[in-house]
Nanobody, 122 residues
Framework: QVQLVESGGGLVQAGGSLRLSCAAS????????MGWFRQALGSERQFVAAITGSSDTTYYGPSVKGRLTISRDNAENTVYLQMNSVKPEDTGVYFC???????????????WGQGTQVTVSS
């Protein structure tokens, strides 16, 4: 079945940078929009960013716009989330997900990874 595997999480100081990766397998990657969501302890899953299969359109959540950048490499079946100027409120488990069409709601996405923890220290 479809697999999405996130990597790149860890501990980073506020103001620092981190790059998350999500490697996809067993799907025609370029046909899917990809998204990143995050979930802090005790909170609901929150939309972070999304990108179309051709990379021509991107969406960002209001709290990350200008600091986080989503990109993808269809030849490598991988989507990335570059995190710059990170803040303690960026702490959470980051999930990548695949959808037939780009969207900002968790129910737009049919396949999900297991997540990678990002912790930002102040």
């Amino acid at each position: 079945q479809v697999q999405l595997v996130e990597s790149g999480g860890g501990l980073v100081q506020a103001g620092g940078s981190l790059r998350l990766s999500c490697a996809a397998s067993r799907l025609t990657f370029s046909r899917y929009a990809m998204g990143w969501f995050r979930q802090a302890l005790g909170s609901e899953r929150q939309f972070v960013a999304a990108i179309t299969g051709s990379s021509d359109t991107t969406y960002y959540g209001p709290s990350v716009k200008g600091r986080l950048t989503i990109s993808r490499d269809n030849a490598e079946n991988t989507v990335y989330l570059q995190m710059n100027s990170v803040k303690p409120e960026d702490t959470g488990v980051y999930f990548c997900a695949a959808a037939d069409k780009i969207g900002t709601m968790y129910y737009d996405y049919k396949y999900w990874g297991q997540g990678t923890q990002v912790t930002v220290s102040s």
